[in-house]
């Protein structure tokens, strides 16, 4: 067995939670590139109504877990289960909620839409929780938004650099994502991603204290598996189409013309966007999230985070 192999269980969510929000359209690999591109489009209800707040509840259900480190989310499920009852548990909750900033502009609902999607979606799960290291709940947190893992199918450990924009207008969304992401992708440990790095493996948390250990040594310089870490994206571009509705024809496989137009177009846009800034050579898993409206998310979000 593959020392790494117990990695897979840590993640949280399934890709049919995610379903419940989004049909995920237009899965493609960009010619000349490594990214593997794919839609989410926000699902309608039974009533022809955009699932927005759904979502941003199932979001802020998600902010313990993202919040908290896996030893301590292990810890307090025991101690509930000792005493009875989901204090513990409610506790991660409470902490986890004033995390967040207070801020109409905050992009931290776009972070966690990132987390929910690679965990669920990918089974890529964090690997460092960066939110309790803020020294200030009203500022952002530094460095990339999100830090996940994988094994690769080679052998040894692939990090997921996480970046997310959550714009009204896409073109500036891509623009705004590709140029954050880019120097972490680029650097060789000694500039942008370099307090990062050291971040991960000071603070690695998986829950389980043998597979911590083991992953640590991918981040340690002078260790052998360092050798084996392979360093990706993984990117989320969130922004406001006006005509949302629903993607598919009558038959509900065939995707609209129109909607297969635009998302051949954004497509087109990311591809443009990593070649220009040679990164065509790092394996970049993209989120594109055509969403009737940003503004309505992120309101919702934070409406139950208790910001007003």
């Not at 939110?131 to 080679?154: E, F, Q, S």
Request: negative net charge; charged residues 25%.
């Amino acid at each position: 067995m593959n020392q790494l192999d117990t990695l897979d269980i840590v993640a949280a969510g399934t890709p049919e939670q995610t379903r419940s929000f989004f049909h995920v359209i237009g899965e493609l690999n960009i010619p000349n590139t490594r990214v593997n591109y794919r839609v989410h489009w926000l699902t309608l209800d039974g009533n022809g109504r955009d699932r927005t707040v759904a979502l941003a509840q199932h979001l802020y259900f998600k902010i313990a877990d993202y919040c908290t480190p896996r030893s301590r989310i292990l810890e307090a499920r025991a101690r509930d289960e000792r005493e009875g009852g989901n204090v513990q548990m409610m506790m991660l909750q409470e902490e986890a909620r004033r995390l967040f900033i207070d801020s109409d502009a905050s992009g931290e609902g776009g972070e966690l839409l990132l987390y929910f999607l690679l965990e669920a979606e990918l089974n890529l799960p964090q690997v460092l929780c960066k939110m309790p290291l803020k020294t200030n709940a009203k500022m952002p947190i530094h460095g990339v938004d999100g830090v996940h893992a994988g094994v690769r199918a080679g052998g040894g450990l692939a990090v997921y650099w996480g970046e997310s924009k959550l714009y009204t207008d896409v073109q500036a969304a891509l623009t705004e994502c590709f140029s954050s992401i880019t120097p972490f992708l680029l650097d060789d440990g000694s500039g942008a991603a370099h307090r990062d790095l050291v971040l991960v493996r000071e603070g690695l948390d998986t829950g389980d204290r043998e597979l911590t250990l083991r992953l640590v040594q991918y981040f340690t310089d002078d260790a052998p598996e360092r050798s084996k870490l392979e360093v990706r994206g993984a990117c989320l571009v969130g922004f406001t189409h006006d005509p949302h509705g629903y993607p598919f024809e009558e038959d509900e496989v065939t995707m609209l013309a129109e909607v297969e137009e635009r998302v051949s177009a954004w497509a087109k846009s990311v591809g443009s966007r990593v070649l220009n800034r040679k990164i065509e050579d790092f394996e970049i898993e993209f989120f594109c999230i055509p969403l009737p409206s940003v503004r309505k998310l992120r309101t919702a979000f934070n409406d139950l985070l208790g910001h007003k």
